[in-house]
């Protein structure tokens, strides 16, 4: 991960400039640079993937023009090729075809782009502003507007821009900023016509375009390691990784030291496809001691995302203390696909593809940036396979008479296409699914429910909840969330739109905790 900051103020002090570059420091610990650029300021801190030389370091610059980029560009060496017909590239940053292409393209390029990024584009012949966000919105990126002339500004979190911002936002997915204006370039979740494929064809495209999704994502110049929860869909990225690999990937895996559910299905897929495995262990004292820490990091109050994020934030802090990784491979984005627990009580195939589309448009304030904060705070890039642009587009298209549940068995099409490899053994494979901060043990959610019962008397408690008019708490935990929140964040809770739960118009999913265990479904995932 790589930070970027820009203002097009050029009345924002350097210092308060600073200040938020500052706050980017562990996305992009390797170089931190700051350039004067069309009145404004561009900043950027660099962790050092793909071209690891000085000559990698942002801003890019090209005819005047600039631009900084938070991202990985995916194919990008063929279209190097092609480009270097006209333009001398000087480093090996994926990045640096950003303004060639610019030029050559104009704003259609986003459309076009294989990637995952967040970008900053000054156009210095039309004396104008550009930013752009990925489609899914896995990279992340915030817009406000500058304190002394109310002009917009651009940085990778909230935080970042709090210096010297006010009506700080998250951006929009797939879409690009110019003129004053948000205009949506590609709506991923939008199927552009419905796929009847047979099934066997199906699973055949499941197949190979997750694993060229994969293996696309493999090409680093850094260290990689992947993490593996001992579920189905971090199961499948390592299996196809290591497959594809001439040396042992290396695998990581996290549980309480209580109850750890998934060390053990973690540890038979580490076995089955010989990867080089870590386990770390964690307890009472480490969850409540990352709390203040996660949810500054997470900018977020919501319980699912502060709860998975506690063990995916511990885990990553400790691969980034004790070894030289700097990439993740990470197995989100298969659940908004396929269907999660409660969307098996979807009431028909309408209401499932409904749901799949609401889960994707709304990725980026949710498990994405779960994903996202935990592997940067600590230094490091997330690279999500099933997040590849070509595998949703596929996969949303799929008539959803066929995604939905109707086999007794949750995300049956993707485990169908993987049943003939031996990839992974039959028991995990078939595995019913369990949630990610369940899955690290029952007791990590049970810890922190009993310790903000300790926080707030019943008085307290209605006291506290009046406090808040967007969003309500509405249980201790909740509120705990929402204070700790406030005390980083303060009066900006807008940014996140809601509480993850099931969908509660849908029978069987009347649910007050989000976590999966409380369905009447939950059956077998938490053994």
Not at 438 to 459: F, I, N, R
Not at 501 to 522: E, F, H, I
Request: proline share 5%.
């Amino acid at each position: 991960m790589c930070g970027i900051l820009v203002s097009t103020d050029s009345a924002v002090s350097m210092e308060s400039f600073l200040s938020g570059l500052a706050r980017l420091r562990d996305r992009g610990p390797d170089q931190s640079r700051v350039e004067a650029v069309g009145g404004g300021l561009m900043g950027f801190q660099r962790l050092a993937i793909m071209g690891l030389s000085e000559t990698g370091m942002q801003p890019f610059f090209l005819h005047g023009s600039a631009v900084v980029c938070n991202g990985e560009l995916y194919g990008f060496r063929p279209l190097k090729e092609i480009l270097r017909r006209v333009y001398e590239f000087h480093s090996d940053s994926d990045c640096e075809i950003l303004l060639p292409l610019y030029e050559r393209d104009g704003l259609k390029m986003f459309e076009k782009l294989d990637s995952e990024f967040a970008l900053v584009l000054y156009d210095a012949v039309r004396g104008c502003w550009i930013a752009a966000r990925d489609p899914i919105g896995i990279r992340p990126l915030f817009y406000g507007y500058s304190k002394p002339h109310h002009k917009i500004c651009f940085g990778s979190t909230a935080e970042s821009l709090m210096p010297f911002c006010t009506e700080i936002a998250p951006f929009p997915p797939g879409a690009y900023y110019k003129d004053g204006k948000f205009i949506p370039y590609m709506k991923v979740w939008q199927a552009q016509a419905v796929s009847h494929d047979p099934m066997e064809e199906i699973a055949g495209a499941i197949h190979d375009k997750l694993i060229r999704g994969v293996l696309k994502r493999m090409d680093a110049d850094a260290p990689v390691g992947y993490l593996l929860s001992g579920g189905l869909d971090s199961s499948l990225v390592c299996a196809i990784a290591q497959a594809h690999s001439k040396t042992p990937i290396r695998t990581f895996a996290i549980g309480m030291a209580k109850d750890a559910i998934d060390l053990k299905y973690a540890r038979m897929v580490a076995d089955y496809i010989h990867s080089d495995h870590t386990e770390v262990l964690i307890s009472r004292e480490d969850v409540l001691d990352a709390l203040r820490p996660v949810i500054r990091c997470l900018g977020s109050w919501d319980i699912t995302t502060i709860r998975a994020s506690i063990g995916m934030y511990l885990l990553c802090k400790r691969i980034h203390e004790t070894t030289d990784i700097k990439v993740l491979f990470t197995g989100e984005i298969s659940d908004e696909l396929f269907g999660y627990k409660y969307t098996d009580f979807a009431p028909d195939a309408a209401s499932f593809q409904s749901e799949a589309e609401k889960r994707i448009r709304e990725l980026y304030l949710y498990d994405v940036l779960r994903a996202d904060r935990c592997i940067s705070s600590n230094s490091m890039e997330g690279r999500v396979p099933f997040g590849d642009l070509d595998f949703v587009r596929y996969v949303m298209a799929i008539d959803p008479c066929r995604k939905l549940n109707s086999y007794k068995m949750g995300k049956y099409l993707l485990r169908h296409a993987f049943e003939h490899d031996r990839l992974l053994p039959d028991a995990i494979l078939w595995r019913d699914k369990a949630a990610f901060s369940d899955a690290v043990g029952h007791s990590l959610a049970d810890d922190l429910k009993e310790y903000a019962d300790t926080q707030y008397t019943q008085e307290d408690f209605l006291e506290g909840c009046r406090r808040y008019d967007w969003c309500a708490p509405y249980t201790k935990e909740s509120l705990l969330y929402r204070d700790l929140f406030e005390t980083f964040y303060p009066g900006m809770d807008r940014m996140i739109p809601g509480y993850w739960l099931p969908n509660q118009s849908w029978p069987g999913c009347q649910v007050k905790d989000p976590s999966a265990r409380y369905l009447s479904n939950y059956g077998a995932s938490g053994i």
